[in-house]
């Protein structure tokens, strides 16, 4: 089996990488020559747990990286991972698919093979139908369901454990019409992935499936977020517990329910605006999702009153922010909470010392040298009027009484509840915690 994957981001690298590493030929092609290269060689263009040694077994083994698209010629499925942006209005930005099957397109045109197309970037309903289908079949000049397949493929894997998402997914989401490359497409995945459920349906619905499910966690984000909020206000009380009980009902179940600053990265909040825009241009207006993005944004809001209700105005101020990747254990500031936080801060003047264990170079590719990099913790501290612990990153839990002993001021605001269980001699307030009286 020959398999090509167009598109080397965190998805696609981690699919090619583990196929690879399972003895499959894969291809992996970028427009970008210089990524190619640097993947060749090792050298990640993220930092993803467990990628870097996946993709050495993958190169060892049968892992061609390559911005040559022609070389997905002699290949059975060809899987599209290329990124869909968003745009201003919130729409997705479909330039890179286009361009992506255009060129597939053509290779497919001179190429004898009957090759399946599974589309893995996201895209709202309609668009393979309308878009991706008419394109491929214009550039090649071909029939899909004849002469070529055509799936959708949604892909669900987080970041921070891509790796383990790919070899292990919990669905497999299969949307097109049942022709023989259907079926071929789930013979492989119920080989590549025994015993896990194979959904298969049509091409709109698959597409539906991935804003159903993003929609739906950052619903129980906000929910618990807002529900935080109130406890705040309650003294004593607290969000942990309250989501682990409720967690427990099988009904609701624990995932997604630690509150905190709000929710960000590449897909949660791209996708949300994308299915609001989406929703609109079908005719229904979504309450529910507007106020989850609504309940979201005011996250961020609620942080800097509460360091205004105690430091005043925080001009000229030195601000100490913990953590500015948008979770832990990946580099990815891309709508990162912390960031968005950081830029709200520095419109009010105040000065901003940062430390993330990992994605240092990236919150530097945002800020250049509008803030203070610190080389520890206890360096991002030092002389800070306020600490605020945006990330959860498990190398902040060792923080204590020593660590802020050099802070001007002893004020700590944890978003993530990273320290509610120490005694600390400072003032503290953890989202979520009703402080008490
Ligand atoms: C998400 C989806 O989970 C994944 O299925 C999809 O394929 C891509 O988008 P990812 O972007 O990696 O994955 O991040 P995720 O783990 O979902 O976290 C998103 C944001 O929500 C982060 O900012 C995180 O801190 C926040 N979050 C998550 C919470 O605040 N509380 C939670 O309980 C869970």
Redesign the pocket.
């Known amino acids: 089996m020959n398999i090509a994957v167009v598109g080397l981001g965190f998805v696609g690298l981690s699919m090619s990488s583990v196929l690879a590493s399972k003895n499959y030929n894969v291809v992996g092609i970028d427009i970008d020559n210089q990524k190619c290269s640097d993947i060749r060689n090792g050298i990640l263009p993220l930092f993803e747990p467990g990628l870097e040694n996946t993709l050495r077994v993958g190169l060892k083994k049968k892992l061609t990286i390559s911005n040559n698209f022609s070389l997905i010629k002699n290949c059975d499925m060809i899987f599209v991972t290329v990124g869909t942006p968003q745009k201003s209005n919130g729409a997705i930005e479909l330039s890179m698919i286009k361009e992506a099957i255009t060129s597939i397109g053509r290779i497919i045109a001179k190429s004898k093979n009957n090759p399946i197309i599974l589309i893995k970037s996201t895209v709202t309903p309609g668009t393979m139908q309308n878009i991706i289908l008419p394109i491929l079949e214009k550039r090649s000049g071909k029939k899909a369901g004849r002469d070529f397949g055509l799936i959708s493929n949604p892909?669900?894997?987080?970041?921070?454990s891509a790796i383990k998402n790919t070899k292990f997914p919990h669905v497999i989401v299969l949307g097109g019409y049942q022709t023989r490359f259907m079926k071929k497409t789930k013979n492989f995945f119920s080989k590549l992935h025994p015993n896990i459920p194979i959904i298969i349906t049509n091409h709109q619905t698959a597409e539906m499936v991935k804003y159903a499910?993003?929609s739906f966690?950052a619903t129980k984000?906000s929910f618990?977020n807002q529900l935080s909020n109130i406890c705040q206000n309650i003294p004593g009380v607290n969000i942990d517990d309250i989501a682990k009980t409720i967690g427990l009902d099988p009904r609701i179940g624990d995932a997604?329910?630690?509150a905190?600053p709000?929710?960000?990265?590449?897909?949660?909040p791209k996708d949300m605006k994308a299915l609001i825009n989406f929703a609109d241009k079908v005719g229904i207006n979504p309450i529910l999702l507007n106020a989850v993005e609504k309940t979201n944004q005011r996250q961020i809001k609620s942080i800097i009153s509460l360091m205004e209700k105690s430091l005043g105005t925080l001009a000229l101020k030195r601000l100490a922010v913990l953590g500015t990747a948008?979770?832990p254990n990946t580099d990815d500031v891309r709508d990162s909470?912390a960031i968005e936080l950081i830029k709200k801060l520095l419109k009010k003047k105040a000065r901003i010392t940062i430390y993330d264990p990992k994605a240092m170079r990236n919150t530097m590719k945002v800020f250049g040298k509008k803030i203070i990099y610190a080389k520890s913790i206890t360096d991002a501290l030092n002389n800070s009027q306020c600490v605020i612990m945006m990330t959860h990153w498990k190398q902040f839990e060792v923080l204590n009484n020593n660590s802020i002993k050099h802070m001007k001021r002893k004020f700590i605001i944890d978003c993530r509840r990273i320290l509610s269980k120490k005694e600390l001699n400072a003032e503290y307030y953890a989202i979520g915690i009703g402080k008490k009286e």
């Open positions: 892909e669900f894997l987080q970041e921070s499910n993003n966690l984000i618990i997604f329910l630690n905190g709000g929710y960000g990265g590449s897909c949660l948008f979770k909470i």
